[in-house]
Nanobody
Framework: QVQLVESGGGLVQPEGSLRLPCAVP????????MGWYRQAPGNQREFVAI???????HYSDSVKGRFTISRDNAKNTMYLQMNSLNAEDTAVYYC????????WGQGTQVTVSS
């Protein structure tokens, strides 16, 4: 079983920033593609960003230019740097690890409000 642990969520004002880590304790992540998704109340879970084992990245149009996905394989941790946040970014953010089985974290709440 692979455990993913998100953190870093919270309440932030519009135009603010947050950085979300996704830790994978005890598991080398370097060979895996990992991603971030989010789910707002009443909505389906949607894709945010993905990073491949080579470091290649892809973003949804809604976050492109504002969010940056990265990984530190030595720390078994992936990150999502979120800048210029707005109310539409309010959601529970989930990370995943894509292997023969896809594993998900428990999610971390991000609320953008003044």
């Amino acid at each position: 079983q692979v455990q993913l642990v998100e953190s870093g969520g919270g309440l932030v004002q519009p135009e603010g920033s947050l950085r979300l880590p996704c830790a994978v304790p005890g598991r080398m992540i370097s060979m895996y593609t990992m991603g971030w998704y989010r789910q707002a109340p009443g909505n389906q879970r949607e894709f945010v960003a993905i990073i491949g084992s080579t470091g290649s990245t892809h973003y949804s149009d809604s976050v492109k230019g504002r969010f940056t996905i990265s990984r530190d394989n030595a720390k078994n941790t992936m990150y999502l740097q979120m800048n210029s946040l707005n109310a539409e970014d309010t959601a529970v953010y989930y990370c995943n690890l894509i292997g023969p089985t896809t594993y998900w974290g428990q999610g971390t709440q991000v609320t953008v409000s003044s």
